[in-house]
């Protein structure tokens, strides 16, 4: 089976750009994480869902940032407009509802993104 | 402020010898997880603890995790080469389905 699939792997482009990251998540999977990944906060939830729905959204760090989910197949992660301190590893994650106890997440492979 | 504290953030030894990683909190998990990632790629889940007190083994990997499910270490015995990586505990908050990562520790282990 497929794992969670994110594209591009690596974005570069310069601030005040729009960016659209993208992901995959592994059938049949009922939730979906956004996670941003820097040296200096570590690895920080933005957002995610459940069943297309967003659940919590408090991790988002400005209205620069936005996420959807048409669908249990397809999420996107927009920053409009871009900024150099957005630069980071953003990767996505998805897990069964398997119960409190008991959820591994997977991950993606990443998008390093880079805002000059 | 991170709510899980890892500790060390870096660690470099030689292969054979032992290492053990803490990760401590303040705070109650209703289960904790460990992950490796290695560069360029996504954190991958090691193990998850539920029980205070639980010990759990993967190979030369040992997962034990507090009676007060506060805290929990790895121990990694005679660690070779291929368990370089970056080790991230992550916490489940018993309110909902959100994970509380640790900035991680980074595992070298040289050949």
């Known amino acids: 089976d497929a794992g969670v699939i994110q594209s591009p792997r690596h974005e570069v482009t310069e601030m005040g750009q729009e960016v659209t990251l993208r992901c995959k998540p592994i059938?049949?999977?009922?939730?979906l994480f956004w996670y941003r990944q820097t040296m200096m906060r570590g690895l920080e939830l933005l957002i995610y869902f459940n069943n297309n729905v967003p659940i919590d959204d408090s991790g988002m760090p400005e209205d620069r940032f936005s996420a959807k989910m048409p669908n249990a197949s397809f999420s996107t992660l927009k920053i409009q407009p871009s900024e150099p301190r957005d630069s980071a590893v953003y990767f996505c994650a998805s897990s069964l509802d398997e119960g409190l106890s008991n959820q591994p997440q997977h991950f993606g492979d990443g998008t390093r993104l880079s805002i000059l | 402020t991170q709510l899980l504290e890892q500790s060390p953030q870096f660690l470099s030894i030689q292969e054979g010898e032992n290492l053990t990683v803490y990760c401590n909190s303040s705070s109650v998990f209703s289960s904790l997880q460990w992950y490796r990632q290695e560069p360029g790629e996504g954190p991958v889940l090691l193990v998850t603890?539920?029980?205070?007190?639980e010990v759990k083994k993967l190979k030369r990997l040992t997962f034990q995790f507090g009676d007060a499910r506060k805290d929990s270490s790895l121990h990694i015995t005679a660690a070779q080469p291929g368990d370089t990586g970056l080790y991230l505990c992550?916490?489940?908050?018993?309110?909902?389905?959100?994970?509380?990562f640790g900035a991680g520790t980074t595992v070298t282990v040289r050949a």
């Open positions: 603890v539920v029980t205070g007190g």
């Open positions: 992550a916490g489940l908050s018993s309110n909902d389905y959100k994970l509380s």
């Open positions: 059938s049949g999977h009922d939730y």
